[in-house]
T-cell receptor, first 109, second 116 residues
């Protein structure tokens, strides 16, 4: 069974303090690993899709990387507006998206 | 313009009632989904429709019945509501079928259902 585990559950950073969020997975035949951002009271917002180990994608202060066992979402010099829950999800075979439980990020000014 | 919209935003009702949640997308996508996010914020798929045809039906009680009148709309009807149905329900859409790897999904704002 496909599994997605995100860590830490919650992360508190000072503004400008860079860090990384982790998404570990076990899957047979990865077809895509997705990162989403979810603000309180809103639906998840798509950030990135990664398809193969070694792939990297960047958007503003965020950079997502992928290995055969995990994905990292690196946040460089975060700002308070980066505070949100970050969700990792994966696709394998013919199955629908399987989501992790998310990392709740708080960036303090 | 809202890409994926849901109504209502909040729904408070008594146990045993029947209620519906509506979803519309104006992105021209072929595939639409319903997800349930429980109190622990865990997001789990319930149904998927592709061009008005049911594709995915996860382990969901028969009391939940999706209906897709056209590919831009996917409604969720719930019969005989139970306390455990309380959650946030999200509608989503994607440009290609769920079998496609290129399956970025766009989510609606959610409907918070509270069953008393």
């Amino acid at each position: 069974e496909d599994q997605v585990t995100q860590s830490p559950e919650a992360l508190r950073l000072q503004e400008g303090e860079s860090s990384s969020l982790n998404c570990s997975y076990t899957v047979s035949g990865l077809r895509g690993l997705f990162w989403y951002r979810q603000d309180p009271g809103k639906g998840p917002e798509f950030l990135f899709t990664l398809y193969s180990a070694g792939e990297e994608k960047e958007k503003e202060r965020l950079k997502a990387t992928l290995t055969k066992k995990e994905s990292f979402l690196h946040i460089t010099a975060p700002k308070p507006e980066d505070s949100a829950t970050y969700l990792c999800a994966l696709r394998s075979g013919n199955t629908p998206l399987v989501f992790g439980k998310g990392t709740r990020l708080s960036v303090i000014a | 313009d809202t890409a994926v919209s849901q109504t209502p935003k909040y729904l408070v009702t008594q146990m045993g009632n029947d209620k519906s949640i509506k979803c519309e997308q104006n992105l021209g996508h072929d595939t639409m989904y319903w997800y349930k996010q429980d109190s622990k914020k865990f997001l789990k798929i319930m149904f998927s429709y592709n061009n008005k045809e049911l594709i995915i039906n996860e382990t969901v009680p028969n009391r939940f019945s999706p209906k897709s009148p056209d590919k831009a709309h996917l409604n969720l009807h719930i019969n005989s509501l139970e306390l455990g149905d309380s959650a946030v329900y999200f509608c989503a859409s994607s440009p290609s079928g769920y079998l496609s790897s290129y399956n970025e999904q766009f989510f609606g704002p959610g409907t918070r259902l509270t069953v008393l």
